[in-house]
């Protein structure tokens, strides 16, 4: 079994700071990229920042310059520094992990729970 778990969402003025992290744990051989999505009030799901397993990264235009993403030394644990918060960050964030298990030969998504971000005018 392989999951997915996500910490440090909460309630934030305009302009703070929060950090979420997302651990995979499980039957793992390798994970190829990890990754964090949104999807705020009224609105599409989107992909926030991803980063592979060589530490390449893609940024969403709308948090480039404020948000962060990187891996841990473990390489199963992902972070998302988030600064300069704006009302329109508010949104359930959720972690995903590309992942080949063990005993098989394809790789799969995977997903958080999913973590409620708040940021207040």
């Known amino acids: 079994q392989v999951q997915l778990v996500e910490f440090g969402g909460g309630l934030v003025q305009a302009g703070g700071s929060l950090r979420l992290s997302c651990t995979a744990s499980?039957?793992?051989?390798?994970?190829?990229?990890m990754g964090w999505y949104r999807q705020g009030p009224g609105k599409q799901p989107e992909v926030v920042e991803s980063?592979?397993?060589?530490?390449?990264?893609n940024y969403a235009d709308s948090v480039k310059g404020r948000f962060t993403i990187s891996r841990g030394n473990a390489k199963n644990t992902v972070y998302l520094q988030m600064d300069s918060l704006k009302p329109e960050d508010t949104a359930v964030y959720y972690c995903?992990?590309?992942?080949?298990?063990?005993?098989?030969?394809?790789?799969?998504?995977?997903w958080g729970q999913g973590t409620q971000v708040t940021v207040s005018s």
């Open positions: 995903n992990a590309n992942i080949l298990r063990v005993g098989l030969y394809t790789r799969y998504d995977y």
């Open positions: 499980g039957l793992i051989l390798s994970i190829n990229a």
């Open positions: 980063i592979t397993s060589g530490g390449s990264t």
